[in-house]
T-cell receptor, first 114, second 109 residues
């Protein structure tokens, strides 16, 4: 009954590989996000999708490609992984309303590139 | 300069103490404001929204000063379980949240 789930929880891979992280939310929210939290704990938005449509695309290398097959899923594919991609990646979802703006985060995927 | 600035701490306080965190933001067009809490190796979770009139939730009080672009969080009667990183968050519009780097709080017995 997890609200926002991500797989895998841990991912260790070598430079140059391609990997994917999956995210699913069962909250019925229209908007989903990917964030990156680096080693200094700085949490920065990468992408946002609203009802399968891309609405935020921050300055992220085009090696990162999000895909939203439906509004409950937002996956992140990373090509040609680099050492600097090592971080914790959080998926989140929200249903913006008039008085609140809570984003619900998944447990994170800890990516280590060696 | 970061868009949302916080003192990283750590703030070390004994149980029962009152502690206050401050945050400044640079974008005057920011629309709404929040405090999130993040425990070690966990995901961030909403602690409370911050309103211009100030708001309180139990032992937690949040204040917003739009003129000074300043947000604060006051925790009274600190508990061991309050130990965490507190993230100041600004909604810049278009569903984009900007997070500060967080203030770490350690409450000791």
């Amino acid at each position: 009954d997890t609200a926002v789930s991500q797989t895998p929880k841990y991912l260790v891979t070598q430079m140059g590989n391609d990997k994917s992280i999956k995210c699913e939310q069962n909250l019925g929210h229209d908007t989903m996000y990917w964030y990156k939290q680096d080693s200094k704990k700085f949490l920065k938005i990468m992408f946002s999708y609203n009802n399968k449509e891309l609405i935020i695309n921050e300055t992220v290398p085009n090696r990162f490609s999000p895909k939203s097959p439906d509004k409950a899923h937002l996956n992140l594919h990373i090509n040609s992984l680099e050492l600097g991609d090592s971080a914790v990646y959080f998926c989140a979802s929200s249903q913006p309303g008039l008085t609140t703006y809570e984003q619900y985060f998944g447990p994170g995927t800890r990516l280590t590139v060696t | 300069r970061k868009e949302v600035e916080q003192d990283p701490g750590p703030f070390n306080v004994p149980e029962g103490a009152t502690v206050a965190f401050n945050c400044t933001y640079s974008n005057s067009a920011s629309q709404s404001f929040f405090w999130y809490r993040q425990d070690c190796r966990k995901e961030p979770k909403l602690l409370m929204s911050v309103y211009s009139s100030g708001n309180e939730d139990g032992r937690f009080t949040a204040q917003l000063n739009r003129a000074s672009q300043y947000i604060s969080l006051l925790i009274r009667d600190s508990k061991l379980s309050d130990s965490a990183t507190y993230l100041c968050v600004v909604n810049r519009g278009f569903q984009k949240l900007v997070f500060g780097t967080g203030t770490r709080l350690l409450v000791s017995p």
